[in-house]
């Protein structure tokens, strides 16, 4: 079976989905965003050692040029991901489809689907394909959180398999988009978002709201046109910046005020979204 790193497994999630759902967070990103609150996240560990001395429990260890974590006495105190320079950690087991459903298993009595995230999951896109068609087998809802910069067409089959895709919109103005995240251009995110709301998976679309650094109004404005009358029933999450987590450049910036979020959620309206959350 195809394995894909996993950074961690929340058993019970009420906030990555509808209903109660496990969560599933793969390790690797393609994007450097600058507001990312999840930065560890972003890259995989390249075993370079800088985090084992600092570990207060031995819990890392290196072994034969690679770091090994010991899950047993890990105090989860993030020192070693406090001290990583590539935005990586440690903490991530090699996992294939199996043996994530065996954690998934454990919780079916209370969940109704599945949501995996990351890092950006669809790196990974037949790791994705083995846990669904688990997971559907199983009588689980699955969902893909992602932030789009993969092309959903070329993935029929995955997209059979899958309920609904989470997408986050960075950016509408492409300048602005690579000021933010480094990435090359948005153009597939708004494609996908056209061809997911076609295909009726669009489960929700997502917008982290901060002045000066992202366009938001033409973010939502520029999904509304996009998508035209699926306004009317995709969920649209404005998410006010908060600098929790944040490395780099907006690290101390502060949130945006509740009047700038109002005024979004009133362009949001004008735009035809009945569905708006202010996160």
Not at 216 to 239: F, P, Q, Y
């Amino acid at each position: 079976m195809t394995t894909a790193p996993v950074n961690k497994i929340i058993p019970l999630s009420l906030v990555d989905g509808p209903g109660n759902r496990t969560s599933i967070f793969l390790q690797g990103c393609n994007l450097s965003c600058a507001y990312c609150h999840n930065p560890e996240t972003q890259s995989v560990c390249n075993h370079c050692g800088i985090c084992v001395g600092g570990c207060p429990s031995g819990a890392l260890t290196i072994v034969g040029n690679r770091v090994i974590w010991n899950s047993e006495i890990c105090q989860l105190c993030d020192q070693c991901i406090k001290v990583c320079p590539s935005n990586s950690s440690p903490r991530v087991k090699m996992m294939n489809p199996a043996e994530v459903f065996q954690e998934v298993q454990k919780n079916i009595p209370f969940i109704r689907g599945i949501t995996v995230s990351g890092g950006e999951c669809t790196l990974y896109p037949n790791f994705l394909k083995e846990l669904f068609i688990l997971a559907n087998a199983n009588g689980l809802s699955c969902l893909i959180d992602s932030n789009g910069t993969t092309d959903f067409s070329r993935f029929p089959e995955l997209m059979k398999l899958c309920h609904g895709v989470m997408l986050d919109v960075k950016a509408w103005d492409i300048q602005t988009y690579k000021k933010l995240t480094r990435g090359p251009t948005n153009s597939i995110i708004k494609k996908n978002l056209r061809y997911l709301a076609e295909g009726d998976k669009l489960e929700e679309v997502r917008i982290v709201c901060l002045q000066d650094e992202v366009d938001a109004e033409e973010v939502i404005r520029g999904i509304a046109e996009t998508i035209g009358e699926k306004a009317d029933n995709v969920k649209l999450k404005l998410i006010k910046f908060r600098h929790f987590g944040v490395k780099g450049r907006l690290e101390n910036t502060p949130s945006p005020g509740e009047d700038y979020m109002q005024k979004l959620l009133q362009v949001a309206n004008e735009c035809g979204f009945e569905n708006v959350i202010l996160v």
